[in-house]
């Protein structure tokens, strides 16, 4: 039970069954707590779609996104491959997750790896830089128990009630960033 689950404003996202889906530590579950009451006060009403992500989580996003990027018109079973088996690709052998991630790289679509590791290709970061091949990723905020994902309402309105939470002493939040691509307001989280 996260004590965030009685919030009024800023809720936690469920599945149809109405079981939560999403994960919390303590401290993660603290700043969404102190968020809600701002989210109440602005009327603004959202949803925490992503907490913490585990190694296996991260690889099912890769495959979403590898899925929705046309990747398997190239890499034909890569819809129920085991992400984890080794396959041969770019002169090397590498883990099947791994070909995928660095593709959606190439194709300017940012994800993080579930385990920090090389990129086989060029690509742009979305701050505009081209990063060269070889490039080493580490692991996404979300698997290092920093971040949130807030989401269901216009991106901006929610980053600027986040904002105005800050200003008003809200602590834990270090930065906050929309992502229009992945679809969610993204908190960066630090403790202390
Ligand atoms: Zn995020």
Redesign the pocket.
């Known amino acids: 039970m996260y004590k965030s689950e009685n919030n009024k404003f800023l809720v936690l996202k469920r599945n149809d069954g109405g079981n939560l889906v999403i994960v919390l530590d303590d401290f993660l579950d603290g700043v969404l707590v102190s968020l809600d009451p701002f989210f109440e006060e602005k009327g603004v009403r959202a949803t925490a779609t992503?907490g913490i992500r585990t190694e296996d989580e991260q690889m099912e996003l890769i495959r979403q996104k590898a899925l929705k990027a046309n990747l398997d018109l190239v890499y034909l079973d890569c819809a129920t491959a085991d992400l984890r088996s080794i396959v041969h690709a770019g002169g090397h052998d590498q883990p099947y997750w791994q070909i995928l991630w660095s593709q959606l790289l190439a194709k300017g679509q940012m994800i993080n790896p579930p385990i920090p590791a090389k990129a086989e290709f060029e690509y742009r970061h979305a701050d505009g830089r081209t990063i060269p091949a070889g490039n080493k990723v580490g692991l996404?905020?979300?698997q290092r128990a920093e971040?949130?994902?807030l989401s269901r309402n216009d991106l901006n309105l929610i980053a600027r009630t986040v904002m105005y939470a800050v200003s008003k002493g809200v602590n834990g939040i270090t930065k906050v960033?929309v992502?229009p691509n992945?679809g969610?307001v993204?908190?960066s989280c630090r403790r202390g």
Request: aromatic fraction near 0%; charged fraction near 25%.
């Open positions: 992503s996404s905020e979300h971040a949130i994902d960033l992502e992945n969610a993204h908190l």
